[in-house]
């Protein structure tokens, strides 16, 4: 039986594809508030400038590819039962080869309906005003803008829970509720925490590896440690 590997990846994974961050910029994204584009207040107060943001990210997305790091996690299939918790609202893992994977903020290429959070549809074209859902409500991004509730959290805790080993790839660890999450895997499992500026991570009790390295390097060299400790050759 093929030992658990849990996955939490931020931002700092889809970097490395070219994908800008926000966090690196004073609260920025392409120039705009965070709070403008990313907030219920901000889709309330101007929902066009929300949708032509978006928009732009999701044409951003068709530009870009998997990395290296993307790649690893997913040939990591072949030798662990691979669980992938992301922060990202990209289809990289995916793309890449993962197949099981939870976005915790939603999907770029998924919108939901502004009255119905259950109905949420594939989307790879612009989201306009007057997209409809099938009861004639406005269609929004199906990402999960601060102030929202994580619908996936408690879906992700299980998963945590289960870990034989978990890694934290690309994350300020930062970002609440997601952050909180490694206080959930037992205090026996191994954490890999990957990141070329690692910070400190309060009251753990787990064993932690940390390697400051990007994720591309640092998911190569936690492969060769994960294989020595399971000796696959």
Do not use: C
Not at 17 to 40: C, Q, Y
Not at 60 to 82: R, S
Not at 185 to 191: A, D, K, L, Q, R
């Amino acid at each position: 039986m093929k030992k658990k590997l849990v996955v939490l990846t931020g931002a700092g994974i889809s970097a490395e594809s070219g994908i800008k961050t926000f966090r690196d910029s004073d609260g920025l994204w392409e120039g705009h508030n965070v709070m403008d584009v990313a907030t219920p207040e901000g889709w309330h107060k101007n929902q066009d400038l929300v949708l032509e943001f978006y928009n732009k990210r999701r044409q951003q997305l068709k530009e870009v590819n998997p990395n290296l790091g993307h790649q690893i996690l997913a040939e990591l299939e072949k030798n662990f039962d691979v669980y992938i918790v992301t922060q990202n609202v990209d289809d990289l893992h995916e793309r890449a080869g993962s197949s099981k994977v939870l976005h915790l903020h939603g999907e770029l290429l998924k919108v939901r309906s502004t009255k119905n959070r259950e109905l949420i549809l594939d989307w790879t074209n612009d989201l306009l005003t007057g997209d409809l859902d099938k009861n004639g409500h406005q269609l929004r991004p199906h990402i999960v803008w601060f102030g929202e509730e994580v619908p996936a959290l408690e879906e992700a805790i299980s998963i945590v829970e289960e870990a034989d080993y978990l890694a934290v790839i690309g994350t300020s660890l930062q970002v609440y509720p997601a952050a909180g999450l490694i206080s959930y895997t037992y205090s026996i499992t191994p954490v890999f925490y990957i990141d070329p500026k690692p910070i400190s991570i309060p009251n753990i009790q787990n064993k932690v590896e940390v390697i400051a390295k990007t994720a591309t390097e640092g998911v190569a060299e936690m492969r060769k440690k994960l294989f020595e400790l399971e000796k696959i050759s």
